[in-house]
């Protein structure tokens, strides 16, 4: 019986992968399109110094609006993007969208603030990223400090070899760099030695259960680590006001979160840095 239980299992799970990977499949072909028909668009969410509350950056997050199926989320692509190699294409088109963004509110208001975008470690991969990055800036007439990248910690240890010189060679250039979604990965003290970050930003995870006293314990002691090695520390995902307030006695320099500004097209960031620089 059993052997007859094995053998209808398998009958049914055959079918099921084949409709797996030819979903898969459809999903890849459609991003290639999509890269294509550059379907992506950016939203950046301000980032605020914490004692003044005053704007001193965005992040730039991507998504995907796709014709009839309407905008889907970067947690339901990037990761397909990275398991196909179409991260490089994609990443270099955010890219591209991020230092003309820049480029633009630099011409309407005359200053501006530094934009961040999230880099996948596999876009090091390529030899030449740092370089045509930079190439980008000078091209567009950027100064080096608009552009930050984020990078995750859990992201950058499989791929230190040739994360590091690029990441190396962008900072003395002056481009900012941070550790992404700090506490969540396992060696985040061993990647603060090696890498040449500018800021940590506190995953949203720590910032959550503040002002609960062990929660307000582990952020205190990290921001003193972050202030020792002359660091920004951003608090992420700051929900509400009770948070911010934690978020700020307790060291971190920067918020982000829902609480102080959800992501922003692009029109209202432009408006909201220009009614700041005034
Ligand atoms: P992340 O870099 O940690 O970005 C923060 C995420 O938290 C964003 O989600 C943002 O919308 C969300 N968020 C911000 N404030 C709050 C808050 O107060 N509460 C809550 N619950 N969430 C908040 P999003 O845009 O869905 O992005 C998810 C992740 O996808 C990002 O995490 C990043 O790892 C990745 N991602 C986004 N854009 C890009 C990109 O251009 N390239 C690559 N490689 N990855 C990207
Ligand atoms: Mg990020
Ligand atoms: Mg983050
Ligand atoms: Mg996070």
């Excluded at 965005?58 to 970067?74: C, N």
């Excluded at 530094?114 to 190439?135: H, K, M, T």
């Excluded at 070899?161 to 003290?189: E, H, I, W, Y």
């Excluded at 979160?257 to 692009?266: D, K, V």
């Amino acid at each position: 019986r059993a052997k007859q239980r094995a053998g209808s299992a398998c009958e049914f799970f055959e079918p099921r992968m084949n409709v797996r990977s030819r979903a898969r499949l459809e999903a890849e072909q459609s991003l290639g399109r999509a890269i294509v028909e550059r379907e992506f668009l950016l939203e950046y969410q301000p980032k605020f110094r914490a004692d003044s509350r005053k704007l001193c950056g965005f992040e730039a997050l991507v998504r995907w609006e796709r014709p009839g199926l309407g905008r889907v989320s970067p947690a339901d692509f990037v990761p397909a993007a990275e398991r196909t190699g179409q991260i490089s294409a994609l990443g270099q088109l955010i890219i591209d969208t991020a230092t003309q963004q820049l480029r633009d509110w630099l011409d309407r208001w005359g200053l501006l603030v530094p934009v961040a975008v999230n880099v996948s470690p596999l876009q090091f991969d390529d030899i030449g990223f740092a370089d045509r990055l930079l190439a980008r800036l000078d091209e567009l007439g950027l100064p080096h400090q608009s552009l930050e990248i984020e990078i995750t910690e859990t992201a950058a240890i499989g791929h230190l070899g040739r994360v590091l010189p690029q990441l190396q060679r962008l900072r003395k250039a002056g481009v900012l760099c941070s550790m992404d979604d700090f506490g969540t990965g396992q060696s985040s003290l061993t990647m603060l030695r090696q890498l040449p970050i500018s800021t940590m930003k506190l995953d949203r995870s720590m910032i959550d259960p503040l002002p609960e006293p062990q929660a307000s314990a582990i952020v205190k002691a990290t921001c003193a680590l972050g202030r020792s090695l002359s660091l920004e520390v951003v608090a992420e995902g700051v929900e509400n006001e009770q948070q911010a307030q934690a978020a700020r006695e307790l060291g971190c320099t920067q918020l982000q979160g829902y609480h102080l500004s959800r992501p922003l097209g692009a029109v209202a960031a432009g408006e909201l840095l220009g009614r700041s620089l005034a």
